[in-house]
């Protein structure tokens, strides 16, 4: 690998963007996808390398996706994030919960993740979520989840969701709207957050939530809501 090309991958694993380093074996040539023209067939398959997040070979070229770590941003030190953390550790995700309630957000309550006291707008500002980040709001605070959700609607975080009935939706959808996010951009929300599974426990809802995460990063088709 020349200096060169290696400047290019580190630049682009700064910016937290996805790609993936293809070597041609034996040869040794190497191009970054999606960067470089490629040779027919190649850029589709390092693009579902990329998704897979896994290696994989296309003819002579060996595919190496470089991919930002997955992140999970919750919003509330509540049961439900409580029930979330084994299951989306054990997913990959780095979890980082965001509440300025201290007395919510602890380590005894929270162990073994990040925690950040800052309101949510500056702590979004702090984490940038990218495209390998999903982002839940569970206080139903507005003082607290909206801040979140404007951020959210600004990042090309993967998933946004948030926790509430549909009342409470549409309300914060007037909220949303007032700070210019347009109908599109905010159906890009999850809410009632969580695929049907018809739960009511922290942990069904916990489970609930990480269902919908890994079905909308693997383009799954969602259940809806009746």
């Known amino acids: ?17 996805p790609v993936a380093l293809c070597t041609q074996l034996p040869g040794g040539a190497q191009l970054l996808a999606p960067d470089d023209a490629m040779p027919e067939g190649l850029a589709q398959a390092a693009a579902a390398a990329i998704e897979a997040d896994k290696t994989a070979l296309f003819e002579d070229w060996f595919i190496h996706p470089h991919n930002p ?39 005894e309550r929270l162990p073994g993740v990040d925690i950040n006291h800052e309101w949510p707008d500056d702590a979004m500002a702090e984490l940038a979520p990218d495209t390998r980040t999903a982002i839940v709001t ?6 607290i989840d909206d801040p979140a959700l404007d951020a959210a609607l600004r990042s090309p975080a993967f998933y946004i969701g948030a926790l509430g009935s549909r009342r409470t939706h549409a309300k914060r959808l007037e909220r949303l709207a007032e700070l210019g996010h347009s109908a599109e951009a ?11 599974i018809k739960a009511v426990t922290a942990a069904e809802i916990g489970l609930s939530i990480i269902a919908e995460i890994v079905a909308t990063r693997r383009g799954a088709a969602l259940a809806s809501r009746g």
């Open 1 to 17: 690998m020349t200096p060169e090309f290696l400047a290019r991958l580190q630049a682009a694993q700064a910016a937290k963007r």
């Open 69 to 107: 770590p997955l992140r999970l941003l919750i919003v509330g030190a509540v049961h439900a994030a409580q029930a979330m953390l084994p299951m989306a550790a054990g997913l990959g995700f780095a979890i980082t919960v965001i509440d300025p309630r201290r007395a919510f957000a602890t380590a």
């Open 138 to 143: 569970l206080t139903h605070d507005p003082k």
């Open 186 to 196: 905010m159906a890009r929300i999850r809410a009632p957050i969580g695929l049907d």
